[in-house]
C-alpha cells in the first residue's frame, strides 16, 4: 500500500512561484510513474506533469510547459513541482498520483491507482 501526502500549496500572486511536495510512504516509489493532476472548481481533472522512475523521462501539459518543473528525489521517496510565472488560470487543487506503469508515463488519470489528498493552489491577480 501506498499513501501518499501533498504540501506546499497556497496563495500566491500572478507572476510568482510555488513548489509542491508530495511525499510517498511504501518501499516501491521508486519504482513508480508519478504524476501531478490539477481540478478547478467546476472542471474536470486535468494532467499536469508526469516523470518516470528514472526520471529520464517527463511529460508537460501544454498549458504549463516551460513554467512548471517536476523532479522527484528517490532517496527521499518524494516527488516536486516547481511552478513559476503562475497564472490565475493556474488556480485549483493539485493532486499527485502514482503507480507502477510499465509502458513509462501516462497522461491518463486511470491509469494511476494511488492519490494524494491534494493542495490548494490559488493565484490571484
Known amino acids: 500500500q501506498v499513501q501518499l501526502v501533498e504540501s506546499g500549496g497556497g496563495l500566491v500572486q500572478a507572476g510568482g512561484s510555488l513548489r509542491l511536495s508530495c511525499a510517498a510512504s511504501g518501499r516501491s516509489f521508486s519504482l513508480y510513474t508519478m504524476g501531478w493532476f490539477r481540478q478547478a472548481p467546476g472542471k474536470e481533472r486535468e494532467f499536469v506533469a508526469a516523470?518516470?522512475?528514472?526520471?529520464?523521462?517527463?511529460d508537460y501539459a501544454d498549458s504549463v510547459k516551460g513554467r512548471f518543473a517536476i523532479s522527484r528525489d528517490n532517496a527521499k521517496n518524494t516527488v516536486y513541482l516547481e511552478m513559476n510565472s503562475l497564472k490565475p488560470a493556474d488556480t485549483a487543487v493539485y493532486y499527485c498520483?502514482?503507480?507502477?506503469?510499465?509502458?513509462?508515463?501516462?497522461?491518463?488519470?486511470?491509469?494511476?491507482?494511488?492519490w494524494g489528498q491534494g493542495t490548494q493552489v490559488t493565484v490571484s491577480s
Open positions: 498520483a502514482g503507480d507502477f506503469l510499465t509502458g513509462g508515463i501516462t497522461r491518463d488519470p486511470t491509469n494511476y491507482h494511488y
Open positions: 516523470i518516470e522512475w528514472s526520471s529520464v523521462r517527463t
